[in-house]
C-alpha cells in the first residue's frame, strides 16, 4: 500500500479498545482438536453496519443478527466454523441465540448487542451443546491478540487472512483491522465467506453505513470461485471512535480517507479469499471495457469469469480466447462480434472478434502464471467492470465430492 | 417407445428418399484417419426448418445457414467436425461457402439450398483447402447409409446417437429417423450441439417450423451439462413427403401425432447427449413443482442443474440437498424456505426447509444410481418445470484443460 496507509500488527486487535479469543469446541468432529469458535469484543460501544447474504435460503445467525442490528449497536461478534446452521429449521434459531445469548451474559450485554455468524456445513443441525459448555472460556479468553480469530473462523481456507493498516486523519492516527475467511462458494454478491472488521475511528452511523457498502460493492461483490452464493456469507464493520479523531460524517472531513481504507482493506481480502479458492492455482482480473453500459460490462464480465470451460482453460494455462469469446457472446450484454478485442495478460489475443495472429507460445506465457489479467473491449461504448476469478482445477471437483456424506458418516 | 411408435433402423437413411455420406478430411489433424465430413441429401424436395443458437457470437455457417433457410428450402446438410469455424472473422463466411457452394454443384443444387455446420474448436481457421478436395468423394458416397453421417460428427462424443422410427398417420407409415453430436457445451438454449433430422412425412412449411420450434423447447432447450452456451448450435429438420400421406397442416389431421413423434426423437437424443457429456457419470432429472409461476420454477430448475458444487457432490454419491437449498435460495425465483421439500429419486431428504430425518444411507442409496431424479417442491403455487443434467467429474476439468493449445502446438 502507499505512504499514507502503513501495514500494522495485530489484525482485529490492532484498533484500541478491541480484544479477541478464540476455543476448541469439536463442532465439525469432536475427535479433532482445533480452533472452532471466536469471540470479538469491543470495550467501548460502537456505530456498527454489515452486509448479509441475498440468498433467500439465508442461515439462522444471519437472521438473527439482522434483526439485532436494527435494534441496537453491536458490541461484540461470535462466530463458529465447522457449521453454517443453515437449513436448520425452527431450531436453527434457538441454537444462534443460544450463542449470542450465552455470551452476552457472560460480557454483561444485551443479547441484541452481539453479531452471531457460523460457517460449515449447510443442513446438519448445530451441535450447540459443545457450544455452550465453552463460552466462559471464550470470555476468560479475551486479549489483545486477533490472530487466534483468523484462525478460528477458517474451513478449507488453507491460509489465515488477517490485514491491518493505520493512516492519518486529521492528524490523527486511525486503524483497521480485519479478518476472513473463504474458500468454497465465493461468488457475486460474496460466498461462504464472513468478513469482521475492526476501526477505532470516530465515525458517524450514517457513514459508516454507507462507507461499508460502498467498500462491499468494491471487493466482495467483485470476486468469483464458483458462482455459487452461499446462504451465510456476512461483512461486519465495528467503529469504536477510540482513535480520538473528530466524528466523520458522511462525505465530512476525513470521509475520502477512511472510505478509501476501508475498501482497501476489503478489496486485499476479497483477492486473498480468491486465491485461496478451494483448489485454485490461479487469481484472475477479468477488465472489461468499451460495453454499452456499465450494466453489460458487469454481464461479460460475470459470464467470462463464471463460465466453466474458461476456468478449466485458465487451469491447463491453456489460452483458449475462443472459450472467453462464446462467453461474451451469451452473456446477455450488448455485443459486435466483428469489434471484440481480448488480451491476455496485456498480450492481444483476438482483433476484430477473430485471432490476432500473436504467437502461440507468448499467449501460452501469457496464462502461465498465478496472476493475470484478461482484457476485453467490446469497442462499442464506455461501460466497465473489473472482478477477480480463479481457474477451476479438477482437485476442486474431487475435493467438493463428498462433503456431506462424510459428515454424516462420523 | 410405446407401441404406435416403433423403433426401426437406418438413421437419418430410414425415411424414404434420404441418401448420406462421409469421408476423412484430416481436419483437427492430418495425421489422423477418421470420418470428419459428412453430407445428408434428400433425393426430392423438402420443407425445411431449423433451431440456431442463441449466441450473439456465432459460427459463420449458422449466419449462412440461417440466411440460406430464408431464401430456399434446403435439400442438403454438409457438415464437419474438427474446427468450429466460429470467431474466425469473414474467412469464415468465405470458408462456409466455399463447403455449400461445392456441394451444391457437385449436387445440381444452388448454394442455398445447403445448409452448412460445423463443430469443434473456436477461434482456429477453418482448413478448407483439406476439404475442398473430398466433396467429390462425399458427393459420390451417397448412399441409403444413415451411420457413417452420425459417426463423422462426433467429437468428444464417446457413443454414436442415432434413433430412427415408424409410426402411422391417417393409415400412412411415416418415418423419421434423426443424428446428433454433443459433449461438450451442453446447456440451456442448446450447445455445441447438433442433429440432424429427416422424415418422409408430408408436412407443411408451417406445420414443420411449429412442430420444430415445439420439440426443440421440449428436449435440447431442456438440457445442461456446463451451463455454457456453443457458437454452433444447430438442429435441422427435413421433411420430403415422400410417405405418401395428406399432408399435414398446422394443428390439422395428424398433427398431434407428428408432434409427438418428433419430440420424442428430440428427447431421446438429448438425454444421450447429457449422459454422454464429457466424461458424465450421471443422468439426473431436476424436477421442480409448486413454484409461483412456469418462469419461477424454470429458474429454480436451471440454478440447481448449473451449481457447481451441487454436480460436484452427485458426483460422489453425496446426497447433499442442503446444497441444493441454497441454490434454490440464489435462484431469483420466490422461495419460501420453511415450505421447501426435496426429494432425491424419490426419497425425501428435506421437509419444511430442513432435513426431514431419513435415514443417511437411503439418501446415498437414492444418488448413488447412474440415473436418478432430484425433485424439488416449493409448495407456494401452481408452477412446474424440468430439466435434465449430468454431475461434474475431476475428469470433465482434467479433460477441458488444454484443448487450445494441444490443436495449437500441431
Not at 14 to 37: T, Y
Not at 117 to 122: E, F, L, N
Not at 162 to 174: D, L, N, P, T
Request: proline share 3%.
Amino acid at each position: 500500500m502507499d505512504k499514507e496507509m502503513n501495514i500494522i500488527e495485530g489484525g482485529v486487535c490492532a484498533p484500541k479498545g478491541f480484544q479477541a479469543s478464540a476455543v476448541a469446541c469439536g463442532i465439525k468432529n469432536p475427535a479433532v482438536e482445533r480452533l472452532d469458535l471466536m469471540l470479538i469484543y469491543s470495550e467501548f460501544p460502537t456505530v456498527g453496519a454489515a452486509a448479509y447474504t441475498q440468498n433467500q435460503v439465508c442461515a439462522a445467525p444471519v437472521r438473527l443478527s439482522a434483526s439485532n442490528l436494527k435494534s441496537a449497536e453491536p458490541r461484540a461478534i461470535i462466530a463458529n466454523s465447522g457449521n453454517a446452521n443453515a437449513c436448520t429449521g425452527p431450531d436453527g434459531i434457538v441454537h444462534a441465540r443460544a450463542m449470542s445469548g450465552g455470551v452476552a451474559k457472560l460480557l454483561g450485554l444485551k443479547q441484541r448487542e452481539i453479531q452471531v455468524c457460523s460457517t460449515g456445513i449447510i443442513g446438519v443441525p448445530l451441535p450447540i451443546d459443545r457450544i455452550e459448555p465453552k463460552l466462559s472460556d471464550l470470555v476468560a479468553g479475551l486479549a489483545y491478540d486477533g490472530e487466534v480469530a483468523a484462525r478460528a473462523i477458517m474451513t478449507s481456507d488453507t491460509r489465515m487472512k488477517e490485514v491491518s493498516v493505520s493512516f492519518s486523519i486529521g492528524g490523527k492516527e486511525v486503524r483497521i483491522g480485519a479478518i476472513a475467511k473463504g474458500a468454497g462458494m465465493i461468488n457475486p454478491h460474496m460466498a461462504t465467506m464472513l468478513c469482521f472488521i475492526t476501526t477505532d475511528a470516530a465515525v458517524s452511523k450514517a457513514e459508516i453505513v454507507a462507507a461499508t457498502k460502498e467498500a462491499v460493492d468494491k471487493s466482495f461483490n467483485r470476486i468469483t470461485v464458483d458462482g455459487d452464493m452461499s446462504t451465510n456469507d456476512t461483512v461486519i464493520v465495528l467503529a469504536n471512535g477510540q482513535a480520538g479523531n473528530k466524528t466523520i460524517t458522511r462525505s465530512g472531513e476525513g470521509s475520502a480517507e477512511f472510505r478509501e481504507a476501508l475498501s482497501r482493506v476489503m478489496l486485499c481480502l476479497a483477492k486473498r479469499i480468491v486465491s485461496d479458492g478451494e483448489r485454485v492455482t490461479k487469481l484472475v482480473e477479468v477488465q472489461v471495457r468499451g460495453a454499452a453500459s456499465h450494466l453489460d460490462a458487469e454481464r461479460v464480465a460475470r459470464a467470462v469469469a463464471n463460465s466453466k470451460l474458461v476456468k478449466c482453460s485458465w487451469n491447463g494455462n491453456d489460452p483458449n480466447w475462443g472459450r472467453i469469446l462464446h462467453a461474451v457472446g451469451y452473456s446477455g450484454a450488448r455485443v459486435k462480434e466483428e469489434m471484440v478485442s481480448i488480451y491476455l495478460n496485456g498480450v492481444i489475443a483476438a482483433q476484430h472478434g477473430r485471432s490476432a495472429g500473436t504467437d502461440g507460445g507468448k499467449l501460452i506465457d501469457a496464462v502461465s502464471g498465478a496472476e493475470f489479467t484478461v482484457g476485453i473491449d467490446l469497442n462499442i461504448g464506455k461501460g466497465e467492470f473489473s472482478i477477480y476469478t480463479s481457474d477451476l482445477s479438477p482437485e476442486y471437483v474431487e475435493f467438493n465430492r463428498t462433503e456431506y456424506s462424510a459428515v454424516r458418516r462420523k
